[in-house]
């Protein structure tokens, strides 16, 4: 379901859960637990959001979501369908996505698209992460 900004009416946080209305009067919400960067967020920080015009970003919490993936998101199929870049991150939700997108030369607006799922890296820009997550478990390991 393709909604943008100009769709949304209103997004809240209510008993652990992310939810969103459109402006056609239908809701869905989404579990909280599905994003650890949420999950572990002060509701200062939850609250702390930017509406862009394909979805939900987070700042401080380097987080992403796309409007139309409240109404696609099956947590089931989308952990099948998961690509590599989002195992990845989901492993490790201390990286910054954008700190690692400057180790690795990316624009940090692709890197979200990778991490969220919006985009698929190529085999070549797959290895130009791996090898920034790579040189920062060196840097880790040197101090």
């Known amino acids: 379901m393709e909604l943008t900004i100009n769709d949304i009416e209103k997004i809240w946080f209510e008993d652990e859960h992310i939810y969103l209305r459109v402006k056609d009067g239908r809701e869905q919400g989404m579990p909280i637990r599905w994003f650890p960067r949420l999950q572990n967020a002060s ?3 939850k609250n702390n959001f ?10 401080t919490l ?3 979501l796309s409007y139309g993936r409240f109404f696609t998101y099956n947590k089931d199929e989308v952990e099948k369908g998961r690509t590599e870049v989002q195992l990845l991150l ?8 954008n700190e690692l ?4 030369g990316i624009s940090p607006v692709l890197m ?10 190529s085999a070549k820009r797959l290895a130009q992460i791996k090898e920034a997550l790579h040189k920062l478990g060196r840097e880790l390991i040197a101090v």
């Open 43 to 45: 509701k200062t920080a």
């Open 101 to 104: 997108a400057v180790i690795a």
């Open 62 to 64: 380097d987080e992403d």
């Open 90 to 97: 989901s492993r490790f939700p201390a990286i910054k996505i």
């Open 112 to 121: 979200r698209h990778y991490a969220c799922g919006v985009k698929t890296p």
């Open 50 to 59: 930017e509406m862009r015009t394909w979805g939900i970003h987070w700042p």
